[in-house]
């Protein structure tokens, strides 16, 4: 009896703390950060993308300006556009603003993250430690959720 009474007042606790340890979204001032995420490399790589989503729900502009990620030395902000049939790829150096009510999703073929002469091959299933850097609402600390190599916004699991 004291078993079962153990199990039903663990399960829901164990439940919660599941699901807590599982949400792959941050916040900082008010800047929501939603599933950040990469794709696995192949071995011999020497860059990777990273991926998200940032909602700001506050009344002032912010700008993504930096970050850091322990799978490379080099942290950049992309973004990828058509230009006379031709995909073109360009740094952002003013990095990517987020106006207020806006939501800017960085994902491939679009603004990306790019992780530049990363040490090791990124392996589905594993997480990728991180920092982005935000103008005004400063450093938060993140991990990139690695997806399949090819994975996209849709296929890549964001409904965890």
């Known amino acids: 009896m004291k078993s079962l009474l153990l199990a039903i007042v663990v399960a829901p606790v164990l439940a919660i703390a599941a699901g807590a340890a599982s949400a792959?979204?941050?916040?900082?001032?008010?800047?929501?950060?939603?599933?950040p995420w990469s794709r696995a490399t192949p071995?011999?790589?020497?860059?990777?993308g990273?991926?998200?989503?940032?909602?700001?729900?506050?009344t002032t502009p912010d700008r993504l300006v930096g970050g850091s990620t322990e799978a490379a030395p080099k942290f950049e902000i992309h973004e990828m556009s058509m230009e006379g049939g031709v995909m073109k790829m360009?740094?952002?150096?003013?990095?990517?603003?987020i106006k207020p009510g806006q939501t800017v999703e960085l994902k491939p073929g679009g603004y990306h993250l790019m992780f530049v002469g990363i040490t090791a091959p990124l392996e589905q299933g594993k997480r990728v430690k991180g920092t982005l850097e935000f103008e005004k609402a400063g450093k938060v600390e993140v991990e990139y959720a690695v997806e399949a190599i090819g994975a996209t916004p849709r296929a890549g699991g964001h409904n965890h």
């Open 90 to 97: 360009r740094m952002l150096p003013k990095g990517l603003e």
């Open 43 to 48: 071995k011999g790589a020497t860059v990777a």
């Open 24 to 35: 792959h979204d941050y916040k900082i001032g008010s800047l929501e950060i939603q599933h």
């Open 50 to 58: 990273g991926y998200l989503k940032i909602v700001n729900n506050g």
